[in-house]
């Protein structure tokens, strides 16, 4: 049971933002921007940065369900099993390992990110703004994990709802609830 | 916040909700929420910008805000605060440290589910601020002198309001 009176049968974040709409707008937005708008890395990329820093934040819901998007972007889910079990080995490209390492630091805390990690990525041709959204990715899913997690909100464990919800988050993105 | 102006709407529009919006937390308890997760993610920055701001609500009081980072139980706070605070640093730490026993504590010095929400988030957002403003190695001059002015402005204006001097007009938010 959630820890405060947050609406019925609403998995996950969409709970707390049924619970506070002035809050859920700005949330939603962010999302949309760093996951699904136009940008040099692909959705598919952005939304394995947001299930890796789910997964090692141990967040049932945010990594199932942005699991679930990245598996609808990318058109399987067996990359996002690798990505979130050891992403050094998985099919992807150098420059994304790059950025997920430095999502990584992040999870952890800001500091841990060196000059070394940026360069690395640089040298594998990682751009300013590629960083810049790693880094605010990470930073966005240490927001909205905590919060899932924070308010005990409902996580069901059913895969098939997962799966339509990641098809809707790949096809329409995060501005709008998708159930 | 200058680099990706988009995204700074979404960012600023967040933190104004939360901190200065309309509430049955003052702005000055709320800036203390945040000033106090900063602290614990030990963000140079944000824990003293925000506690700057957090003391312009709270009539100068400088020496409360240095109290809440050291040692909260024992400041000159309500005992909802209190445990409003105990929430948000386990929401630091990780949202699933929160218990039900924690809750309960927090309604019983009668906190509302508004303000238990509004806890858990100003806590997980400040895991995202600092986060962002570290991860980037942003330029964080050092002394409180610095942040006072900066502080006073944004308690008597907001964040949306102060955001118009570093973002172009077209982006800034509504």
Request: hydrophobic share 40%; net charge neutral; glycine share 10%.
């Amino acid at each position: 049971m959630a820890h405060i009176g947050l609406p019925e049968r609403l998995p996950g974040i969409s709970g707390g933002f049924a619970f506070r709409p002035e809050t859920a707008a700005p949330m939603r937005e962010l999302a949309h921007i760093l996951l699904h708008e136009p940008g040099s890395l692909s959705p598919g990329e952005r939304e394995l940065i947001a299930t890796y820093v789910s997964s090692e934040n141990d967040c049932y819901f945010c990594q199932t369900s942005h699991g679930a998007a990245a598996a609808a972007h990318l058109g399987g889910d067996a990359v996002v099993k690798q990505v979130k079990a050891d992403f050094q080995n998985a099919p992807i490209t150098p420059k994304l390992k790059a950025l997920l390492s430095i999502a990584g630091k992040v999870r952890r805390g800001g500091k841990n990110v060196t000059g070394e990690d940026v360069a690395s990525a640089r040298n594998l041709g990682a751009t300013d703004l590629e960083i810049h959204d790693t880094v605010l990715i990470a930073a966005a899913f240490c927001m909205y994990n905590r919060y899932v997690d924070g308010l005990g909100t409902w996580q069901p464990h059913d895969q098939t709802m997962y799966a339509e919800m990641g098809k809707h988050l790949a096809e329409h993105g995060y501005l709008k609830p998708s159930r | 916040m200058a680099f990706r102006p988009e995204t700074a709407k979404p960012l600023n529009e967040l933190v104004e909700v939360l901190l200065c919006g309309p509430h049955t937390l003052s702005p000055g308890e709320r800036e203390l929420i945040a000033t106090y997760v900063s602290s614990l993610n030990d963000c140079y920055y944000c824990q003293t910008i925000h506690g700057a701001i957090a003391a312009a609500h709270l009539n100068g009081d400088e020496d409360l805000v240095k109290r809440v980072k050291a040692d909260f139980q024992h400041a000159n706070i309500s005992g909802k605060l209190k445990a409003l605070l105990l929430i948000a640093a386990k929401v630091q730490k990780g949202g699933k440290n929160v218990t039900g026993e924690d809750i309960a504590r927090a309604r019983s010095e009668g906190a509302t589910d508004f303000e238990i929400h509004d806890t858990v988030l100003i806590a997980a957002a400040f895991c995202m601020y600092n986060r962002y403003v570290d991860g980037l190695g942003t330029t964080q001059p050092r002394g409180e002198a610095l942040y006072r002015e900066r502080g006073k402005q944004v308690a008597r204006e907001g964040y949306i309001s102060v955001s118009k001097t570093y973002l172009p007009a077209e982006t800034a938010a509504r």
